[in-house]
């Protein structure tokens, strides 16, 4: 059987453009927002969820590619 490449998220976060903040979602339904309540993170390591102002929204999550037997 070949092996495919999966992404997967190891971390889900962002960092607010007005108050500089950075914030993370670690599990699922964290739903964190930022000091000035401008933007928001969720969904921890399963999906990514943002909301708020998108012009202040700079993605700081990061992924790692798995191995996985189909």
Not at 4 to 20: F, H, Q, S
Request: proline fraction near 1%; glycine fraction near 8%; charged fraction near 30%.
């Amino acid at each position: 059987m070949p092996i495919k490449e999966k992404i997967k998220l190891t971390k889900n976060a962002a960092k607010c453009l007005n108050c500089g903040a950075v914030i993370e979602s670690k599990h699922l339904h964290d739903l964190v927002w930022c000091k000035c309540h401008s933007i928001f993170v969720d969904g921890g390591l399963l999906y990514l969820r943002r909301g708020g102002d998108q012009d202040c929204f700079l993605d700081q999550s990061s992924y790692e590619v798995v191995e996985v037997d189909e």
